[in-house]
């Protein structure tokens, strides 16, 4: 039995990897499509982007209550992986970015249903007294086929979109079947909802989690999706290929650290770590604000640090809570919600542009500082309130 377990849960990883070399080849194809082809301004970068996180969201609440309906929906989840499959081949046919944004919406529809279940799986399946690190390990090799997936856009521009997106497309397809095998083997270990008595322990109060997601998504938004491409290569005046790569390379090495820190989490103190997660999202806006190549970058990788850092955490504490999908389910939610606010944030304020003291700002990331504050806050007051017994 543990074997057959061990086996589902590496498949469940393998999925991550792949699933995500599908989606980030697509992404910065799509982002310079829209940008230089398309003609689009960066507010409608922005709601290309948001559009998918903000469909995400709502499926993802429908995805843990699906599971409560019915375990056996799991599988649901691995079909609309590979339904990305096809909703990628028509980016190419695209001839306006309201077009894109419309795609956009029904692969944040598919996702909602696929990942949040994946994630759900990993955290309930995996033994508890490691369960942060595992699910570390499970979007560090996300974050792995991220860098991968942005080496494969710089070698494949040639190929243009049309090609890309068959490669997309190849992987969405492999990624569905892989979850569906891993759900058979773990099938009898999922547990979508459990009796109350039977609960386990929390050490943070899962509603200041679920407050803490949403400030941390609103302010790290400017790091997701098609937006963080075009930021960078238009501030620091990069190639595409370069910005790709260079992000890339960003996001796994936050990735890479941020296993140290579940680590942490597991043996020594889930609300040290985030404390420190919400510290280093709150300054990371500020630093990338100012237009010089190496605090752009610090300032994305913070974020994505801090955000890498907390996701497994957030689903560690959520797992013990008695309605566990349901809880998964709603903090992707949350966290969609929130990085859909938070991008649209972003697009508006950036027409105003900078301001020059000794250093030249980018306002759009200033604009992020009450959002900051905010965290800061919530961050100060973990472990000083006592969390219910059972929510």
Request: glycine share 8%; charged share 15%.
């Amino acid at each position: 039995m543990e074997n057959r377990r061990l086996a589902g849960i590496a498949l469940l990883v393998l999925s991550a990897f792949t699933g995500t070399i599908a989606f980030r080849l697509a992404t910065p194809a799509i982002a310079f499509y829209t940008r230089d082809v398309l003609r689009a301004s960066m507010l409608a970068v922005s709601l290309v982007s948001m559009s998918f996180v903000l469909a995400r969201a709502l499926t993802s609440v429908l995805s843990g209550l699906a599971l409560e309906r019915g375990k056996w929906l799991v599988y649901l989840g691995a079909v609309a992986m590979m339904g990305n499959a096809l909703a990628v081949q028509l980016y190419p046919l695209t001839s306006s970015w309201l077009q894109v944004a419309g795609i956009k919406l029904l692969n944040g529809f598919l996702n909602g249903l696929s990942w949040p279940m994946a994630q759900f799986v990993v955290a309930v399946t995996a033994p508890k007294e490691m369960r942060a690190r595992v699910t570390s390990v499970y979007f560090f090799f996300g974050s792995i086929a991220s860098l991968l997936g942005n080496y494969a856009y710089a070698y494949t521009v040639n190929l243009g979109l049309s090609g890309q997106m068959w490669i997309s497309s190849a992987f969405f397809v492999l990624t569905g079947l892989i979850m569906l095998l891993s759900y058979y083997l773990l099938y009898d270990r999922i547990a979508p909802r459990r009796e109350e008595k039977r609960a386990e322990g929390i050490s943070i109060d899962p509603r200041r989690v679920l407050i803490i997601a949403s400030l941390m998504a609103v302010i790290v938004a400017f790091t997701s999706g098609e937006i963080t491409y075009v930021y960078v290569s238009e501030a620091l005046g990069l190639s595409r290929e370069r910005t790709a790569v260079l992000l890339g390379w960003t996001g796994f090495a936050a990735s890479l650290l941020s296993y140290f820190s579940s680590w942490f989490a597991d043996v020594r103190s889930e609300a040290k770590t985030v404390k420190l997660t919400a510290f280093l999202a709150g300054i990371s806006p500020l630093l990338a604000s100012i237009k010089t190549a190496p605090t752009v970058f610090v300032g994305i990788f913070l974020a994505l640090f801090a955000f890498q850092s907390f996701r497994p955490i957030s689903r560690k504490v959520l797992a013990g809570y008695h309605r566990s999908s349901l809880a998964i389910g709603g903090v992707n939610a949350v966290q969609n919600l929130s990085t859909f606010v938070g991008g649209i944030i972003f697009g508006l304020a950036y027409s105003l542009g900078e301001v020059h003291l000794w250093l030249s700002l980018n306002l759009a990331l200033l604009a992020f500082l009450p959002f900051s504050v905010g965290l800061f806050v919530e961050g100060v007051k973990i472990g000083k309130d006592i969390p219910p017994k059972l929510l």
